[in-house]
C-alpha cells in the first residue's frame, strides 16, 4: 500500500516534475495536483481526495501555502503538511511551521532527501533539516526565559511524547485514560507556549529532558 499525496503547486511545469518524482518513490503515489489553497480545500469537499501528505508550496495567487496549512491544521488536522518552497526567510518558515506544517523543504533539495522526508512526516509526524531545527531552537531562545515547573507526571508525558507512540499508546503506559492524556497535552500546551508536538520535541531538547 502506497501513501497518498498531494501538491499543491502554481508552476504547473514543476507541479508536473514533482509529480513524476513523488510517483517514483516506493512508498508514495501523487492522488492529483492543485494550484492554490482554495482549489485543495475545495478538492477536500469530497472525502475520497483527501491524502495522507499535502506538499505545499508557499507562494501561490488565491490562497497561499501559510493560510492553507492553518485552514487544514483547523479543518483536517489528521492531514500531514510537508512545506517545499524557495522562500529561506526565517520568519516566513517559523509562520509556516507554526500555522502546522510538519516540515520545511527548499526546492533545490536532493530526491532523496525529499523521500525521506516524506517518509518521515507520514510514520513519525514530522521532519526537519539541522538548519530548520537550529532555527527552531533560536525561535524559542529568543521568547522571554521564565520559570516553569512541571510536574513528574507531566515530564513523563513529555518524554513519550517525544517517541513515535500515539497518544492512546502512552495513555497505555502511564496507565492513564486517552481523555486525561489529552488533559496533560492540553495543559502542557498552554503552560508552555505551545501549539505543536513538534513543539513540545524542540522545547523537549533544548530543555535536556529528552535526548534524541
Do not use: W
Not at 8 to 18: G, K, Y
Not at 25 to 42: M, Q, R, S, V
Not at 179 to 201: A, C, M, P
Amino acid at each position: 500500500m502506497k501513501y497518498s499525496v498531494v501538491i499543491v503547486e502554481d508552476h504547473i511545469l514543476l507541479s508536473q516534475a514533482l509529480s513524476g518524482l513523488v510517483n517514483g518513490f516506493a512508498k508514495f503515489k501523487i492522488l492529483y495536483i492543485c494550484k492554490n489553497g482554495k482549489e485543495l480545500l475545495t478538492r477536500f469537499k469530497d472525502p475520497k481526495n483527501i491524502p495522507d501528505v499535502v506538499l505545499m508550496d508557499i507562494n501561490m495567487p488565491i490562497m497561499n501555502g501559510i493560510e492553507t496549512t492553518a485552514a487544514l491544521k483547523d479543518q483536517y488536522p489528521h492531514v500531514k503538511v510537508l512545506a517545499l518552497s524557495v522562500e529561506e526567510d526565517e520568519n516566513t518558515i517559523l509562520k509556516m511551521l507554526r500555522a502546522g506544517a510538519k516540515g520545511y523543504l527548499l526546492k533545490d533539495t536532493e530526491k532523496s532527501i525529499l523521500e525521506n522526508a516524506l517518509l518521515q512526516v507520514q510514520e513519525t509526524g514530522f521532519y526537519h533539516t539541522k538548519d530548520v531545527t537550529k532555527l527552531l531552537l533560536g525561535s524559542l531562545n529568543k521568547k522571554e526565559e521564565k520559570s516553569i515547573a512541571l510536574k513528574d507526571r507531566e515530564i513523563e508525558f513529555i518524554k513519550h511524547a517525544c517517541t513515535e507512540k500515539t497518544y492512546k499508546e502512552i495513555a497505555n503506559d502511564m496507565c492513564l485514560s486517552p481523555k486525561t492524556i489529552e488533559g496533560y497535552r492540553d495543559s502542557i500546551f498552554e503552560k508552555l507556549g505551545l501549539k505543536n508536538r513538534t513543539g513540545l520535541v524542540i522545547y523537549a531538547i533544548k530543555s535536556k529532558l529528552f535526548v534524541p
